[in-house]
């Protein structure tokens, strides 16, 4: 009976000892790369720490942020020094970090198993005390082939410029860079509507750019969606009032056809001086301000200057149709 009783004792303190050696264990996994792993569910986790040139972990306040493929996956604020991610899957990335008075870096990685990885940015002070925020970032490949297809659209070599901003794309899908860029080679080819989806999904990925809101309206322009171009190319000048004047054209277009047209005309005043006479289609658009508001004299003053000193302008024969027209109609004097 008593043997019995301490066999009972001994496999019962037996059981007690390897479910303590089990719940040890699993406390000891979860410290390390492999039981995370298997919490992360196969996904590896990145940890991130920022640090300055002696290696000394940075406690300023910090944004950290994750891209893949140029989109922007993660961020997180610390003042810590220190940042954790979950990647989304296996593949390149890239860490930028900003941080109160320090200069912005980032740091590109692969990703290529599902484990931890121990990643540290150094960043070095700013000597204005400042740092600018970055924008969507582009591993180096993307961004050779994004500078290669900008150069060819500039020159107007758009097959050079589809292949290359067509190989950016396939490289960084999501970055809003190489996607507007791609919507202003579909507005050179007159490819409206797939302009306009690209736009829009640039926008999406990076909102209230003036730059993506001024191609947004340009495109609708030019498919005379004038009442819908309005509010985006009101917005881009809200937001960058020294835009240049092919912005405020292109809204001077808009308020014209839209039959709006006193903010028409101020509007393009503001084209017309700030292009200093070299745009045809600004001195066009200001005389028909000025005619469908019945200033007939000042219309054909600015037609006659523009053929004064722009004679081979495109737009030349145009004009001078116009003041003929005036003309016959009894509207100005010879």
């Not at 290669?148 to 067509?166: M, R, S, Y």
């Not at 003053?301 to 737009?315: A, I, T």
């Not at 030349?316 to 003309?327: C, F, S």
């Amino acid at each position: 009976m008593t043997n019995n009783l301490l066999l009972s004792v001994e496999r019962v303190a037996l059981a007690l000892l390897g479910s303590l050696c089990l719940l040890t264990a699993s406390a000891v996994c979860q410290d390390s790369g492999e039981q995370g792993t298997n919490m992360r569910g196969s996904r590896a986790e990145i940890a991130v720490t920022v640090r300055d040139k002696s290696r000394q972990v940075i406690t300023a306040p910090a944004v950290v942020r994750l891209y893949k493929n140029g989109a922007l996956e993660d961020q997180r604020s610390t003042s810590q020094g220190r940042a954790f991610f979950i990647a989304r899957g296996l593949g390149d990335f890239t860490i930028t970090v900003e941080a109160a008075g320090y200069k912005a870096a980032q740091k590109e990685i692969s990703i290529a198993v599902a484990i931890q990885y121990q990643e540290d940015v150094y960043l070095e002070p700013d000597a204005n005390g400042t740092t600018a925020p970055s924008g969507a970032v582009l591993a180096p490949k993307a961004k050779e082939a994004l500078d290669k297809g900008t150069q060819a659209l500039k020159e107007g070599k758009l097959d050079e410029a589809e292949k290359h901003i067509g190989e950016a794309i396939k490289l960084a899908p999501g970055n809003p860079d190489v996607l507007y860029f791609q919507g202003m080679l579909y507005m050179r080819q007159s490819n409206w509507e797939q302009a306009q989806t690209t736009l829009e999904k640039a926008n999406r990925m990076d909102p209230n750019q003036p730059r993506i809101l001024v191609a947004l309206g340009m495109n609708l322009v030019n498919q005379k969606k004038f009442a819908e171009a309005i509010p985006l190319l009101e917005k881009s000048i809200q937001l960058q009032p020294a835009s240049g004047w092919e912005t405020k054209l292109a809204l001077a277009k808009a308020y014209y056809y839209h039959e709006q047209y006193e903010q028409a005309l101020q509007m393009v005043d503001q084209a017309h001086l700030a292009s200093q006479g070299t745009s045809g289609q600004a001195e066009l658009l200001l005389a028909q301000c000025l005619t469908v508001m019945g200033r007939y004299e000042d219309s054909a003053q600015v037609l006659r200057e523009f053929l004064k000193y722009s004679p081979n302008d495109p737009d030349a024969t145009t004009a001078r149709h116009w003041l003929e027209r005036l003309t016959a109609d009894g509207k100005i004097r010879q």
